[in-house]
């Protein structure tokens, strides 16, 4: 039997209101495995990003487990899920997330030298090569274009061979043309390493390339979904 990589339980998310309170997600079921290109849908405000924060660690539920590579997050304190994240994931924002003081090899570089790699500026000057910034290596990100600066950011992510991607909206903040080759480069990477992807989008046809689907609404998977 196949070993999830993500497996979740009973995921609820409920925050304060007002004087009354608000059900973001609720008793979400979910089992992702190995290899697997997961596209999670949904209108505006059904709770994806809030459920990407969730398998990732980066928030914390009010109910439910999430389970990554066989490690419950939520019985690890913030240093814990933190670890395990430098150890097993890597992300993509719409917002690039780049550091504005790094250059684009300086940005590739950085969770190569938070995991004490001796071959980080080799690395690093690879994966920019493979991203086909090979020019780049020494702009700052205020240098670059979106697209440019998406590829940094996807070189980022894949640089550190991450068990799994999340990927929240990756091509929102770009228009069609340069979105659909960056949405093309990270598919291609992530064949290449074997990733398991988490992509949360509203683009249909992005979705289409993924092995499975679910789509949410009011905070819970539609029937017939995943």
Do not use: W
Not at 9 to 22: D, E, F, Q, T, W
Not at 115 to 132: C, F, I, K, N, Q
Not at 134 to 146: A, D, N, V, W
Not at 166 to 189: K, R, S
Request: proline share 4%; with cysteine.
């Amino acid at each position: 039997m196949v070993q999830a990589v993500i497996r979740v339980r009973g995921l609820s998310k409920v925050v304060p209101n007002g004087a009354a309170s608000l059900t973001i997600l609720q008793d979400i079921e979910l089992t992702v495995l190995p290899g697997e290109a997961l596209a999670v849908l949904g209108a505006s405000g059904s709770g994806k990003s809030t459920l990407l924060g969730l398998l990732a660690g980066l928030d914390t539920p009010t109910a439910g487990s999430v389970h990554l590579a066989d490690q419950e997050l939520f019985s690890l304190d913030e240093d814990g899920r933190a670890a395990l994240r430098k150890r097993l994931v890597g992300f993509v924002f719409q917002s690039f997330q780049l550091l504005a003081p790094l250059t684009a090899l300086e940005n590739v570089m950085l969770p190569l030298e938070l995991a004490e790699r001796d071959d980080a500026e080799a690395r690093a000057r690879a994966m920019l090569e493979r991203v086909g910034l090979g020019e780049r290596l020494g702009h700052y990100p205020k240098y670059l274009s979106g697209g440019e600066q998406q590829r940094v950011a996807l070189a980022r992510a894949f640089v550190v061979e991450p068990k799994v991607l999340f990927a929240d909206e990756p091509t929102g903040n770009l228009d069609a043309e340069t979105g659909a080759d960056v949405i093309n480069l990270l598919f291609e990477l992530n064949a290449e390493q074997g990733t398991t992807l988490v992509l949360v989008t509203h683009d249909e046809m992005v979705a289409r390339r993924c092995t499975r689907q679910i789509r949410l609404a009011g905070g819970r998977i539609v029937p017939g979904n995943g």
